[in-house]
């Protein structure tokens, strides 16, 4: 039977990673119930039937009790992870809990509030069509601004020209291609979708195997969207379905560790992207640009220059 042709409702679980986002938590869990109701009574969508998982990636703080409670009061499950081996490896550990009758997973950061009915709408995009493996939604800066959370496959060039030009010259041609950013987002379909929130098809995440553990954190969503384009599904963007990216839990008091991890991360897909003994001078070329950027990056971060 088709995914379009159902009429029992989608199970959809919700997977959300803690580092001691107690607050943030709050905000995301209590945000749930309405994301996962039409929001009229016009029906956007099959109906959804949801669950909740909040996974600790930090049980090991002293906030384990609190974050437990949260999850108690919205009635979510809670999962202690210990010795945070990183967010795909937190997500990955639930999804191997959940039932078999699981259909589509949403996979969502804590400092993200849900939309009214974004589940919903998230939820009728992936039944729409088969082949479509993953579906995201418009992301919203906590200042109303739209994120460019639908973007192509970093490659040779466009990756490279973004990595260099983004700062000094961010109009440029290869970030925009990049990107891939519209002033009036449409649905379409995209290279990967922001790991901040996105709904993927169970079998297919299984099919995945997960998230490639080899990411403690950064670009397991730019790989998860690659391998998935590779088994020929579809990224697809659904702006219809708003969430807003709050940023609250910040990860300002340790920039200098996350610029290291976000390169760290960068130079895994490389190998990922272009694997192989004849392309390892690409390989070495890309990598000096990416250290260059990271001492850049480090040293801007520690003048206070952003």
Not at 142 to 166: C, E, M, Q
Request: glycine share 10%; aromatic share 8%.
């Amino acid at each position: 039977m088709s995914a379009t042709d159902r009429t029992d409702p989608w199970r959809v679980a919700v997977v959300t990673v803690s580092y001691d986002s107690v607050k943030e938590l709050e905000s995301f869990l209590g945000s749930i119930d309405a994301a996962s109701r039409p929001a009229d009574e016009t029906a956007e969508g099959p109906a959804v039937r949801v669950e909740t998982h909040v996974a600790d990636n930090h049980p090991e703080s002293g906030q384990a009790g609190a974050v437990r409670d949260v999850a108690a009061r919205h009635s979510a499950s809670y999962t202690a992870i210990a010795g945070n081996p990183g967010y795909g490896s937190a997500v990955n550990a639930v999804v191997r809990t959940l039932d078999p009758g699981v259909d589509a997973v949403l996979i969502s950061n804590p400092d993200v509030v849900l939309g009214p009915a974004s589940i919903v709408r998230l939820t009728a995009a992936l039944a729409s069509d088969d082949s479509i493996g993953a579906a995201g939604p418009r992301i919203l800066e906590a200042d109303g601004t739209v994120y460019p959370s639908a973007r192509a496959i970093p490659s040779v060039v466009n990756g490279a020209g973004h990595a260099l030009f983004s700062r000094i010259w961010p109009g440029n041609p290869w970030t925009a291609a990049y990107r891939q950013h519209e002033s009036v987002p449409t649905e379409r379909d995209a290279g990967w979708l922001s790991g901040a929130c996105l709904l993927v098809r169970r079998s297919v995440l299984d099919e995945l195997g997960g998230f490639d553990q080899a990411y403690f954190m950064y670009f397991e969503d730019v790989d998860l969207g690659f391998r998935l384009g590779r088994l020929g599904y579809r990224n697809v963007y659904a702006p219809r379905a708003v969430v807003t990216h709050t940023g609250a839990h910040s990860t300002a008091e340790s920039s200098e560790m996350m610029l290291r991890a976000h390169h760290d991360s960068a130079k895994t897909f490389l190998t990922r992207r272009y694997p192989g003994r004849l392309l390892w001078p690409l390989r070495a070329v890309l990598g000096l640009g990416l250290d260059i950027r990271r001492v850049s990056a480090t040293r801007r971060s520690r003048r206070g220059d952003g």
